[in-house]
């Protein structure tokens, strides 16, 4: 069975940092894209980053370009989403998702982790 | 960047109606479109990817049609947990892009 299980949520202040964990199971995680979505209270989903099965190739949004880094780790089967610098609009539940092969169509996603941001 | 614009933004129907839930995308984006449905408190769950491909698991019920700007997903007979919000996303090019979803209210 596949699964997702994001990590690291919690209250941060403004201009602080929180690193967001994904810990994958039950597929080859090696092999497909990842991708970062978010959705702030009441909001839409917002993409916020993909990283390829390698690491090789990685994605932002606008809006966190720059103070977000997405990494992954292949041999322990995890995601990380690094987020300094952070701002009142960067609160939100964030989901992990697999993508479809190589692809953003996202098949799978984890129950999400939530980051307050609040001084 | 692609705007996907999805209509109506509420959609109130009865058990065993159909429903017809719109994107367009513009610029158009192929056929690459997917369709997710979230219920409160739930993570979204992949309904049609590629336009018209229904993902693993998903009944029959749910079809996609379109291609280039104008997409739809149609639930041919609603079923009383088909109350959601569903949102249509591209991945033709970056940045990825959701609509901003239909509320359907059985």
């Known amino acids: 069975e596949v699964q997702l299980l994001e990590s690291g949520g919690g209250l941060v202040q403004p201009g602080g940092s929180l690193r967001l964990s994904c810990a994958a199971s039950g597929f080859t995680f090696s092999s497909y894209a990842i991708t970062w979505v978010r959705q702030g209270p009441g909001r839409g989903l917002e993409w916020v980053s993909y990283i390829s099965n390698s690491g090789g190739d990685t994605q932002y949004a606008d809006s966190v370009r720059g103070r977000f880094t997405v990494s992954r780790d292949n041999s322990k089967n995890m995601l990380y989403l690094q987020m300094n610098s952070l701002r009142d609009e960067d609160a939100a539940t964030y989901y992990c998702?697999?993508?479809?092969?190589?692809?953003?169509?996202?098949?799978?996603w984890g129950q999400g982790t939530l980051v307050t941001v609040s001084s | 960047d692609i705007v996907l614009t999805q209509s109506p933004a509420t959609l109130s129907l009865s058990p065993g109606e159909r429903a017809t839930l719109s994107c367009r995308a513009s610029p158009g984006v192929k056929t690459y479109l997917a369709w997710y449905q979230q219920k409160p408190g739930q993570a979204p769950r992949l309904l049609i990817y590629d336009a018209t491909n229904r993902a693993t698991g998903i009944p029959a019920r749910f079809s996609g049609s379109g291609s280039g700007t104008d997409f739809t997903l149609t639930i041919s007979s609603l079923e009383p947990e088909d109350s959601a919000v569903y949102y249509c996303q591209q991945r033709d090019n970056w940045p990825i892009t959701f609509g901003q979803g239909t509320r359907l209210e059985i």
């Open positions: 998702a697999k993508g479809i092969g190589g692809t953003s169509s996202l098949d799978y």
